[in-house]
Structures are given as structure tokens and as C-alpha cells.
């Protein structure tokens, strides 16, 4: 029994509540009145909480120098991660409460039942402001009864408290059909309602150690075939929008006025950050071009993704799709060699959109998984995918960072799963390990490690220079200690193509001394620039 929420359980609640709405998904799924193909609700809520999760993972350093507490600053990395990998109205949402919790409990010492309901407080208001028109019967309607509950509670019992509220947003979930009339035609509760609910029964489960879990409410009739209606806003619509900007406050008040003209369901967060920040814009619109334009118009958008409601959804439940296939870009004949033998296409290092398109439709399969393998290749992937689509071609982009999470993904590839849990659990992997390079700094340069001179040794960790010395060997057994001390099972070790004889051998002997449970595996990668490449899974 914990009686305060520290990072320790921030983390723990949110691995449980992605396996929770991982064990939902098919039924939230359901629940949606009008299943938008590869965006229902469940799936919604299951991108949004992995890419929280990712998030956390992906953190090494446990918390800043200065700025928020320890469980603060936790929670701000789910928030941050949830707002970038939102998906839909209630992934967004969902982003938003978990925004207004982080901004709550920043600063305060101990998050106990108190703390926590008025934590539940700031997720409500951040919810509520972020819709244009806020609609009851809804996700909003379920965290407010939360929130209520929890401040009603009145009591410094964490567990109490916690408890109070998932039952009250049990109980608020439960009359979400007499607040919407589509909810009440089509038998069923509101599907962000019952995403949210499962995460506080995860939450109740991780600050007691039992289970929380309940049914959804029972429909009140069976549910038409044909009785079909979108997740949020009017049909009057036909198209769904989103994208993120960097963007200033200012600009993005017009944009939100400029959205609202053009159609519904219109809910624009941010990051928080001043002046500029990062914002999720979802929209609902008949004039796609000119939603696109009042983004640009405001900044700078991107993983812009349109999706057509009168596109024919796929069955949650229905058979795995044939013809699938994936497409892997790779610098290094050892690397295109180890992914040629996954059975994925590759493409060399830097390519164009049109060049990655050419290789999906060369792949002839009707769903393609992307794995871009680094940063500036990501946007050219997501764009590839967008004119994928108009071919009729389904692309998942994947946003690898290094080839060793590319060996990470394609390694859990199943193609007994559906293509959307597939590229589900590709992504899970590949977020779940984490990369490190190793070079030669090529000129003088002030780092975050300190600064550096030409020759020296960098180990760069998530992009980030952790490490600098003078002996190749020693700095690449040095970042590989530094990352193992934060948990791992397994080491990847890709050799460059200037990497001197006996490097990885000596990796390996380093790691077997100094951590001898650890499995590693290691391969001629034959990448330029980069003697050593390693992940850490």
C-alpha cells in the first residue's frame, strides 16, 4: 500500500494502465459510435499511453538539476510524450489531464489524497479549456465526476482517495448515455470514459497491489450493425485532421478561431512551453487544404494525418489483412544485410519521399511498416505514407531513431496480429530500446558533457553526448556500463566500417565481467562515421 504517488509509481501506473487499455482495446474499440479506420478509441488511447511510455523509457537521467520534484517530473515526461503521440479527440485529452496533474504536483513535496484530487482538478480544467465546445456525456464529464469525488473525499489517504474517484467516474461513465442521444441510440457508453476509467482502476491497482479492474456498464440494447456515428462532433463532417505545430501562444488563438469557422470537434493543447511551443491540433472539417493552411498560417505544422469517415473501418475483430511488408532505410552494407535477412526492403541512408514510395509500392503489399532510422528521415517517411495512401496502401511509420531499434521492432513482428497491434508492438520495442553512437569529434565543440577537441571520443546517448575520452575501447565499454546501469537483458553492438579489429570482442569480454547476466550480440554493421553502434534492451 503506497500513501504517496512518487516517479517510482508514476512510472508503474503508467506501464499498468497501457496493459490495461491494452486488454480493453477491443472492447473500447467497440464502443465507438462511428470507428474511423486505424483511429478508434481504444487503439486512440493505446498510441497515446505508449508514446507516454516511450517517454519515461527513453529518460536516463531521473531528474533535472532544478525545476520540478522527482514524481513532477515524471509525470511531465507521460504528459510531453502522451501530447506528442496523441491520437484522436481523446488521446488529445487524455494528453491534456495528464498535463494539468504534472502542473499540479510539480512543486509539492508529497502527492497524497489532498494533493491528488486537486491534481484531478488541474486535468479537468486543463481538459475542459482545451475543447473549443465542450460536449457532456463524454471523457470531460467522466475525469470532472473524478475529480469531484476526490475532493469530496477530503482525506490524506492516497489509496481512499484514488479509490473514490475511479468508482465515481464509474458511476459518471455509467450515465453517459442519458447526456448524448448517439450514445443512447447505439446501447453503448462513451468510449474516452471508459479509457479513462481503465487507467484509474490501474492507478487504484498500483497504489494498493489489488485489482480495480470492473466491467464496462452493460449496453442498454443491442447494438445495430449499421448505427454508426463518429467518436465526437456532428456528421456534418467528413474529414478528420491532425497535426503538431511550433507555434507561438498568439498565433495559435487565430488558428483556433480559423478551425472553428471550418467545422468541429476542435481541441488545439500545447506543450506549455513559452514563447513557442509544441501544439496538437484535431479538427474535424470538410475543406482539408484549408485546415492544413490556417496551420501553416500560425507556424510550422507536421505528422500531418487526414483520415476520410466514409472510409469502409476494418473489423476489430475481424481476419489479419495479407500482404504486408517492411520497409527499412540503412546506412551500412553489415546493417542492410542484418534487415535483408528480417525479410524487410531496403532502402540506402538519406533517401527522398519519392524513393521511399517507390520501395513501398515495390513491396506490393497492402500494409507497410516504415522504419526511418533517424530523425530527418522520419518527416520523409510520414510523407511517403500520405502519398501511400492515395495509392491505396496503408503505411505505419515507425519513428525508429537508430537501426538498432529497427532490430528491436522487426524482431517482434507477428504476422498472426493485426497490422495495427503489429506496428503497436514494433513501436513498444523499438521505444523500449535505447541507442547510443560512438565517434570522433570532428572539431572543437562545448558539449553537455563538457567540452571537446578534434580526435576526442564522443558516446552519445539518445542523440546527446554523455561520454568524452581519449581510447575508443575504453569510452565504448564506459557508455555501454553507463546505460546497463539503468536496467537492460540485452546488448546490441554494430560495428562501423572503420571500427579497429577486436573492438566488439572487447565490448563483449568488458560486459560479460562486469555484467554477467546480460546477453550481447554483435555484428559487422559496416556504418561510415560511427565505429560503434549499441542498443540496450
Request: proline letters at 6%; aromatic letters at 4%.
Amino acid at each position: 500500500m503506497l500513501d504517496t504517488l512518487d516517479a517510482a509509481a508514476v512510472r508503474r501506473w503508467c506501464a499498468s494502465g497501457l496493459a490495461a487499455l491494452k486488454r480493453h482495446q477491443g472492447e473500447i474499440d467497440q464502443l465507438n459510435v462511428y470507428p474511423v479506420p486505424d483511429g478508434d478509441t481504444g487503439t486512440n488511447l493505446v498510441l497515446t499511453l505508449t508514446s507516454a511510455q516511450q517517454a519515461l523509457a527513453m529518460d536516463l537521467d531521473t531528474l533535472p538539476h532544478s525545476g520540478p520534484t522527482a514524481h513532477g517530473h515524471a509525470l511531465r515526461l507521460m504528459a510531453q510524450g502522451a501530447l506528442l503521440g496523441a491520437r484522436g479527440n481523446s488521446g488529445v485529452i487524455l494528453s491534456q489531464i495528464l498535463r494539468g496533474l504534472a502542473d499540479q504536483v510539480a512543486g509539492v513535496p508529497a502527492v497524497r489524497g489532498r494533493e491528488f484530487a486537486a491534481a484531478l482538478r488541474s486535468g479537468t480544467t486543463a481538459a475542459y479549456t482545451a475543447v473549443s465546445r465542450p460536449v457532456e456525456g463524454t471523457l470531460l464529464t467522466v475525469i470532472s465526476a473524478a475529480a469531484a469525488a476526490a475532493e469530496g473525499a477530503d482525506s490524506d489517504d492516497l489509496p481512499a482517495v484514488a479509490g473514490v474517484a475511479a468508482r465515481a467516474a464509474a458511476e459518471a461513465l455509467a450515465r453517459t448515455p442519458e447526456q448524448l442521444p448517439a450514445l443512447a441510440r447505439a446501447g453503448v457508453v462513451d468510449a474516452g470514459g471508459r479509457g479513462l476509467c481503465v487507467l484509474l482502476d490501474a492507478l487504484v491497482e498500483v497504489l494498493t497491489g489489488e485489482s480495480a479492474a470492473r466491467p464496462a456498464p452493460a449496453p442498454r440494447s443491442a447494438r445495430p450493425a449499421a448505427a454508426v456515428a463518429r467518436e465526437t462532433g456532428s456528421d456534418e463532417y467528413a474529414y478528420e485532421v491532425q497535426f503538431l505545430l511550433d507555434a507561438r501562444a498568439e498565433a495559435v488563438d487565430g488558428l483556433r478561431r480559423a478551425l472553428d469557422a471550418l467545422g468541429d470537434s476542435l481541441v488545439v493543447v500545447g506543450d506549455g512551453r513559452e514563447p513557442e511551443g509544441t501544439w496538437n491540433v484535431h479538427v474535424h472539417v470538410n475543406d482539408v487544404g484549408a485546415a492544413v493552411e490556417a496551420g501553416v498560417a500560425a507556424g510550422r505544422p507536421y505528422r500531418i494525418s487526414v483520415t476520410r469517415f466514409a472510409d469502409q473501418p476494418e473489423s476489430p475483430s475481424g481476419p489479419v489483412v495479407a500482404g504486408r511488408a517492411a520497409v527499412v532505410v540503412a546506412t551500412g552494407g553489415g546493417i542492410a544485410d542484418l534487415f535483408a535477412a528480417e525479410g524487410a526492403t531496403v532502402v540506402p541512408g538519406n533517401p527522398s519521399t519519392g524513393e521511399l514510395l517507390d520501395a513501398v509500392r515495390g513491396t506490393g503489399a497492402a500494409r507497410v511498416v516504415v522504419l526511418p532510422n533517424d530523425a530527418n528521415t522520419e518527416a520523409v517517411a510520414s510523407a511517403a505514407a500520405r502519398e501511400a495512401h492515395r495509392h491505396g496502401i496503408k503505411v505505419s511509420v515507425v519513428p525508429t531513431r537508430s537501426p538498432v531499434q529497427a532490430l528491436a521492432a522487426l524482431a517482434v513482428r507477428d504476422g498472426d496480429r493485426r497490422f495495427e497491434d503489429d506496428v503497436i508492438a514494433m513501436a513498444e520495442a523499438a521505444g523500449a530500446c535505447r541507442y547510443a553512437e560512438v565517434c570522433h569529434a570532428s572539431r572543437e565543440a562545448l558539449t553537455v558533457a563538457g567540452p571537446c577537441r578534434p580526435g576526442d571520443v564522443l558516446a552519445l546517448v539518445e542523440g546527446e553526448v554523455h561520454l568524452i575520452g581519449t581510447d575508443l575501447t575504453d569510452t565504448c565499454a564506459a557508455v555501454v556500463d553507463r546505460m546497463l546501469g539503468g536496467g537492460g537483458e540485452m546488448v546490441t553492438l554494430l560495428a562501423g566500417v572503420d571500427a579497429p579489429a577486436g573492438l566488439t570482442d572487447a565490448v563483449r569480454a568488458h560486459v560479460a565481467r562486469r555484467w554477467p547476466f546480460v546477453e550481447v550480440h554483435a555484428y559487422p554493421g559496416g556504418q561510415p562515421f560511427y565505429p560503434l553502434l549499441v542498443g540496450i534492451e
